[in-house]
């Protein structure tokens, strides 16, 4: 059975590219191992509950601006939005599953269940082998089967670990026993946390500290629904929190000797009894399905698969990559692991396949006056998500050539770098600043400085020759409402200097007396 577009897994990364995919009527097939779409929300997280966010009372009617507090929608047309699933801010992973799998029914979207593949290999067209023994063949094959790899501890003793999970999630199961978890991430310490009540003690280790999601901006950090035990470790509550390594594992009877050495205490090794030990210290892309010339490369930390701006496949023509492990091109710094990043992508991603034959692709926009771009850009800034929910990796551009300027929404920055860098262009992203702060909750803030704000806030940089030529930071605002005068004359005042529809009629004093107006 042949298709042009082979996409493997029926999460929301493959629902979302095959939704674009089913719009542009191409030949496709989703492959999924599953009895039904989301098939991995089923299980995990473990407890049941996402961390992502669902906010559904705004104050907004707008369905595209309250995309930035919608964590689990998926992109379309008709307002098909999480929202109507499930109203609680922290949902339940089973509302998910069933949102997913609504998704596909609505918008006729083909998938083939309880499609096992066990191999994939590459000649003239990407062969894959089902566990039945049927063969799909395709032209173009997009991987969406997410960090399905399971991390295991390495060392003497790790025999002795449950993984998280194989742990049992009934709490009663540890009454008063003590509690190793290997791991500080947000699975870790959802672990402790069901554990608070029952277990006489509970250590967490990994060798570098914790990493506090609302200091970060990183929601990959650990997450505030999940520190309760944070409290009890600084208030003395028995439990702790270790950075350090361990070294081995060694069965007692029925406890077990932990040695560690601490990674911030020069190096001093210790050792504590504990009845269980749980390791919770994440997934990885699973390659264990490819061979010969279709095997990807992977990085170096063994977590993703390499790929190109384009989320193909450093070393395997027309394989790409869709969901969670498009991370990879923006690990930690911005939030490709996660649905409310990632479906931008995927969206991108469909237009780079159609780029890819040749059809136009990326929505564009000519402008022939400052008031229209002003207008354009005033627009995007109060009721755009992508820009907002990938801030600094997704990016507007305004292509400038001739004297005319051509508006393109949602395209990746990374692409921008390889297909425009040396055209002259603007590029408007949002991000958060750059400087790091001790206290996140104590920041002294410039109002008219932009270039200092922490927040979230709308930064345009001017490109000429590959080089930055203008940078230009609207401050943050507290509502993120930006249509005040204290922002909008000093922003006009900088579009002006640099927009060639108004600098074409600005003597040369000019250009200088509006450049000082905006440089606060």
């Known amino acids: 059975m042949h298709h042009e577009y082979i996409i493997i897994g029926a999460g929301p990364a493959g629902l979302q590219l ?11 097939l989703i492959l999924e191992k599953g009895d039904c779409s989301g098939s991995a929300f089923k299980t995990l997280p473990k407890h049941g509950k996402l961390i992502s966010i669902n906010k559904v009372y705004t104050g907004y009617n707008d369905d595209e601006i309250n995309l930035r507090w919608d964590w689990n929608s998926l992109l379309n047309d008709e307002g098909f939005l999480f929202k109507d699933y499930s109203k609680k801010y922290f949902p339940d992973a089973k509302d998910l599953v069933d949102y997913l799998n609504d998704f596909k029914d609505k918008f006729g979207i083909n998938v083939a ?28 094959l997009i991987i969406a089967t997410g960090l399905a790899k399971e991390n295991k501890p390495c060392f003497p003793g790790s025999e002795y670990v449950k993984t998280y999970t194989k742990a049992s999630i009934n709490p009663d199961d540890y009454k008063n026993k003590s509690i190793l978890i290997l791991g500080k991430g947000n699975s870790a310490f959802e672990t402790a946390d069901n554990l608070i009540e029952t277990a006489s003690v509970i250590h967490m280790l990994s060798p570098t500290p914790v990493k506090l999601a609302w200091k970060t901006h990183y929601v990959g950090h650990l997450r505030a629904v999940n520190n309760n035990i944070l409290d009890t470790y600084q208030l003395k509550s028995q439990n702790t929190i270790l950075d350090a390594e361990v070294t081995k594992v060694t069965k007692d009877n029925e406890k077990y000797i932990v040695d560690f050495s601490y990674t911030h205490a020069n190096g001093q090794h210790w050792q504590i009894i504990v009845d269980e030990i749980i390791s919770c210290i994440g997934f990885s892309f699973d390659d264990s399905m490819f061979e010969g010339a279709a095997v990807p ?3 170096d930390n063994k977590k993703y698969p390499k790929m190109t701006e384009s989320w193909e496949s450093s070393n395997v023509e027309d394989m790409y990559f869709a969901g969670t492990i498009m991370h990879m091109r923006d690990y930690k710094q911005s939030f490709s692991g996660f649905i409310h990043g990632f479906r931008y992508n995927v969206k991108a991603l469909a237009e780079i396949l159609k780029m890819k034959q040749g059809k136009d692709a990326f929505h564009r926009e000519k402008l022939h006056s400052f008031e229209s771009v002003y207008k354009k850009i005033m627009q995007r800034i109060h009721s755009n998500s992508s820009l907002y929910q990938q801030p600094g990796f997704i990016s507007d551009i305004l292509l400038i050539n001739d004297g005319n300027v051509e508006y393109v929404i949602d395209i990746p920055v990374d692409l921008i770098e390889k297909i425009y860098r040396k055209q002259s262009h603007i590029r408007f992203t949002f991000e958060y600043g750059k400087k790091e702060h001790p206290d996140p909750f104590n920041v002294v803030r410039v109002p008219d400085d932009g270039d200092s704000s922490t927040f979230i806030h709308p930064v345009f940089r001017v490109y000429q020759d590959g080089v930055i030529v203008e940078e230009y930071h609207i401050p943050e605002d507290l509502q993120n409402e930006w249509d005040k005068e204290m922002y909008t004359t000093p922003f006009q005042s900088f579009l002006k200097m640099v927009l060639p529809l108004e600098r074409k009629e600005m003597s040369q004093n000019e250009r200088h007396e509006t450049l000082d107006n905006y440089c606060l």
């Open 113 to 140: 269940y309880n499609t096992d593949i066990v191999s994939i290999d590459k000649g003239e067209h990407f062969s894959l082998r089902g566990a039945d023994g049927k063969v799909y063949t395709c032209e173009k």
């Open 18 to 28: 095959a939704y674009y995919l089913e719009k542009s009527n191409e030949d496709y």
């Open 297 to 299: 490369q992977i990085t």
